[in-house]
Every structure is written in structure tokens, then in C-alpha cells.
């Protein structure tokens, strides 16, 4: 049966609790149409985003990871997100490096205001990982 | 030329003065050539102490076990302790301090230079000597001189040294109480990140290619957290056999831990492993590359390290192990980090 079903990316979302889950929240209240492939998880700040929940989402099966945050200097913990801005940029360049697709993996700055942002940031994504097809390379094989 | 005399004569002068407890150095193994880490409390053994180019290990995993082990007996130091370090492992030595695992003068430093060497890679030795066994190392200028069964093989160091001594910028150990051998600080036997930049310069399909191959090999023996002087916490996050085990933990609470990565050496969960190490290394990792010496399958641990450590200096200005009381690569941070890859 699953094979028919067309291929749709899903994306796991750490969303800064202060920030981009109320700016999805917004998005949800404005009514504005955007994609439902990404499963947010709210998180107290981007800052406290272990480079292990990445590889963990990928490795649980994830086509995508978002990381979405607080504008540099809108930290409710004063610099978490720019600590996040370092150690995601790491993540990123160490997943690059292995040969992972650079559109797997993204992050964003999203106020609480910004629920149309938050929006197009997720569209984008769909858009972007659709012609990457499944995610297979960090996913844990099951055996049958 | 460093006298292999004064570094003998150091160690005993101090532990018969109950300077130090012990000294950390190397002596002959038992096996051909290679030196063994030595633990000398008796002035009496110093003369046992070598320093040739088979003095690869970074001994400063020791300071670590020490440490783990007088915590263990709710002991505290009485003496310093005495290690003989190279310029790698003095770096290592500055980020445990950085971390706060030993205090400085929990620790002296007999600092060896390497000056315009390094030590030997014995993968790339065996095929110079034609499967013989050579029994004895020495440095000799720029060559190493090698005794084996056919009588001493000249070999220049370049050729058969470690990649990371051929790349290494920093031989002379900056730290240290007393230091022996020429500060050859600056020095280029080849352009650092060598291989890294050869092996970038690939497509993103063939790098997978190779790492895919590579994460198929690991057999997950976890040798390269053994021989990281790095690596010392208590609980791994990779390995749930290392968490703690009371008497009061149910079987429940046992089989139902957090596990961020099965045990089973597959490539998925191998991937994970050596990915996690490898962010957990970034901005700590000196480049002694133990790791992928330790590695029974070639796994290029140190690539990974190598690439953490390269984006760190270009784009964050960090150098590990620079300063005691420095600041860390993921604790910190400035105003100019790139941040165009956020939308």
C-alpha cells in the first residue's frame, strides 16, 4: 500500500519555545496554507539544540531537520541562539562533509511575529528536499 | 638533537627528591621496535626511559586515568605528577586544564620537541623494509635509522613520518616546566589539511562514496574513544554499558534508557558514532591523531577531527589548546560567526 502513496518529505522542526512555536502558532491562527510535512518539537532555546538531536532525527528516519530560532539579539536567554548559530554551523559543515545533501538540513531565524515567515521558510524546505527523494543515507536499516 | 641523558637524569633527580610521584615517559616495548608508555616511581627505573621516533602515544590519557583513579579511592595528590609530553599531547594537557579536569600544578610537563620530525607511521614503514621487523628507532638529523635483522636501514623521516607530524605547525611544546629540544615553532614539512583539502575538493556523491565505505568498516571496538585523551567522561552517550548501575536500578530502567545509538556496528549507527565524536572533539581535538593510529580497520578518524578543527580556525579564529585559561570553542562566541546560511 505505502508504495503508491507519493513521496512526501518529513521534516522534524526544534522550534525555539520563545519564538518560531508561536510564530507557528501564528501561522496556524492566520490561516495561512503552508505544507504539514514538518513535525514541530518545541525546545527551550535553539542554544540548547545537542548536535545529537540532528543526527538522532536523521537516524530515526527524518528527510529533513529545521532548527528555528530567535533573531540574533531577540534571545530570551541573551545569547543562546548565538551559541546555536556556532554549533549548528559545525553540524552542518561536518554533515556537508560526509556527502549529505546540503538542503537536509536548515535553520532560520523566526520571531513570534512572523507567521508568514515561518510559512514560506517551510514551503521552502518542502520544495527544496522533494527532488532529494528519501533520506537514506544516516537512516537506521530495519530489519525485516 | 635532543639528549635522551638529561630526560633520564630529570626523571630520577625528581623522584628521589619526592618531587614528583611518578613520570610518565616511554621505555622499549616488548614488541620490535616500538616504545610502550612507562610509569617509573623508582628513581632506579629512569633509566628505562627512551624518546625515539616510536614514542607515538599521547600520554596525557594517563594524566586522565590517573585522575579517575584517585577519585576512585577518594584520594587526593600528594605530589604533582610528571609527564614527559611531546608538542600534541602538551596541547592536550592545556584543554584538560582549560576543562578544569587537574589543576596546573597537579601536573609537570618535561617538554620534548619534536623540532624538524616527528614519529613514525608504521603503515607506511612496513612495505620500506620489506615485511622485516626492525628492532630499534632512532632519530638522526632528518632521517630515521632504523636496526633491523639485515643490519640499519636509512630512511628520511619525511617518508615514512605520520601525516599529522608531516602537517604539524606546532612540534615544540608550548606549555611546559622544562623543555628539551629546538623550538622549531612555524615549521612546514607539507601544507596542513593536506588530505582534507584533497579529499574536499570531491563531489558530494563521491564523498559519500568513501565515508560510506568507511562507515561500513567500523567494527565499533571503540578503540579511538580508548586512546583519546579526550574522551574521559564517565557516562558515553554512544555506549549505554558506561552508564551508571546502582543497586537500586530496576532491570526496567536498564532496558529502557535513552539509547541515541544502537550498539550493533551498522552504518547507520556507525555514522552516528563517529559523527558525535567528532562534534564532541571540535575545538578540543589537538591533532595527535591516536585515533586513527589505534583505528584496526583505517577508519580516517582524523579527517573528521581535521575538518572540525580547520572550520574552527577559519571561520570562529580558535585554536585549541592555545591557553589554559582560553576560551572554548562551543562556549563561546562573537559577533562576526557567519550566519548567512540562516534564512
Known amino acids: 500500500m505505502s508504495e503508491q502513496q507519493p513521496y512526501e518529505p518529513r521534516i522534524v522542526a526544534f522550534l525555539c519555545k520563545w519564538c518560531s512555536s508561536a510564530g507557528s502558532d501564528l501561522a496556524g491562527v492566520s490561516r495561512i496554507q503552508y505544507p504539514a510535512n514538518a513535525t514541530p518539537i518545541t525546545i527551550p532555546c535553539t542554544g540548547a539544540v545537542s548536535p545529537m538531536y540532528i543526527l538522532s532525527a536523521f537516524n530515526k528516519g527524518a528527510d529533513g531537520v529545521l532548527v528555528s530560532g530567535c533573531h540574533i539579539g531577540d534571545c530570551h536567554y541573551i545569547e543562546g541562539n548565538y551559541l546555536a548559530r556556532r554549533k549548528m554551523h559545525l553540524t552542518m559543515e561536518l554533515l556537508k562533509f560526509i556527502g549529505v545533501e546540503q538542503n537536509r538540513f536548515r535553520m532560520s531565524w523566526v520571531s513570534a511575529a512572523e507567521g508568514a515567515k515561518f510559512a514560506q521558510v517551510v514551503t521552502d524546505f518542502v520544495n527544496d528536499l522533494r527532488p532529494l527523494g528519501p533520506q537514506d543515507k544516516l537512516k537506521k536499516a530495519v530489519r525485516t | ?343
Not at chain 2, 586515568?65 to 594537557?93: M, Q, W, Y
Not at chain 2, 601536573?107 to 630499534?136: F, M
Open chain 2, 1 to 343: 638533537m635532543i639528549n635522551l641523558q638529561d630526560i633520564r637524569d630529570t626523571a630520577r633527580d625528581m623522584l628521589a627528591k619526592g618531587e614528583v610521584r611518578a613520570v610518565i615517559g616511554y621505555r622499549r616495548g616488548s614488541r620490535g621496535m616500538l616504545a610502550e608508555p612507562a610509569f617509573i616511581t623508582d628513581p632506579a627505573q629512569a633509566d628505562e626511559l627512551v624518546w625515539d621516533p616510536t614514542c607515538f602515544h599521547n600520554l596525557s590519557l594517563y594524566l586522565v586515568e590517573d585522575r579517575k583513579f584517585l577519585a576512585h579511592l577518594r584520594k587526593t595528590a600528594n605530589a604533582p605528577i610528571a609527564i614527559v609530553a611531546k608538542g600534541c599531547d602538551a596541547r592536550s594537557i592545556v584543554v584538560l586544564m582549560q576543562e578544569h579536569y587537574f589543576k596546573r600544578e597537579d601536573v609537570y610537563i618535561i617538554g620534548v620537541s619534536c623540532e624538524g620530525s616527528g614519529v613514525v607511521d608504521e603503515r607506511k614503514l612496513a612495505p620500506r623494509l620489506n615485511g622485516i621487523q626492525a628492532t630499534n628507532a632512532a632519530f638522526d638529523g632528518d632521517d630515521f635509522v632504523f636496526t633491523t635483522a639485515e643490519g640499519e636501514k636509512r630512511i628520511p623521516a619525511c617518508e615514512v613520518m605520520a601525516d599529522r607530524c608531516l602537517e604539524c605547525r606546532n612540534p615544540f611544546p608550548k606549555e611546559h616546566n622544562l623543555a628539551f629540544g629546538e623550538d622549531k615553532t612555524g615549521r612546514k614539512l607539507a601544507e596542513p589539511f593536506a588530505a582534507l583539502t584533497r579529499f574536499e575538493a570531491q563531489g558530494a556523491g563521491q564523498r559519500w562514496d568513501s565515508w560510506s565505505r568507511h562507515f561500513d568498516r567500523c567494527i565499533r571496538c571503540f578503540a579511538c574513544r580508548s586512546v583519546c585523551p579526550m574522551c574521559y567522561c564517565d557516562e558515553c552517550v554512544v555506549d549505554s554499558i558506561t552508564f551508571p548501575v546502582t543497586a537500586e536500578t530496576t532491570a526496567d530502567e536498564k532496558a529502557n534508557r535513552i539509547k541515541w545509538i544502537e550498539r550493533s556496528a551498522t552504518r547507520s549507527e556507525n555514522i552516528t558514532y563517529l559523527m558525535t565524536r567528532a562534534m564532541h572533539l571540535a575545538g578540543r581535538c589537538t591533532d595527535c591523531g591516536e585515533c586513527e593510529r589505534a583505528c584496526p580497520v583505517n577508519v580516517p578518524i582524523r579527517m573528521l577531527n581535521n575538518k572540525m578543527e580547520r572550520e574552527a580556525r577559519e571561520k570562529f579564529g580558535f585554536e585549541p589548546g592555545a591557553s589554559i585559561g582560553g576560551p572554548s570553542l562551543v562556549a563561546t562566541f562573537l559577533d562576526t560567526d557567519p550566519g548567512d546560511f540562516i534564512r
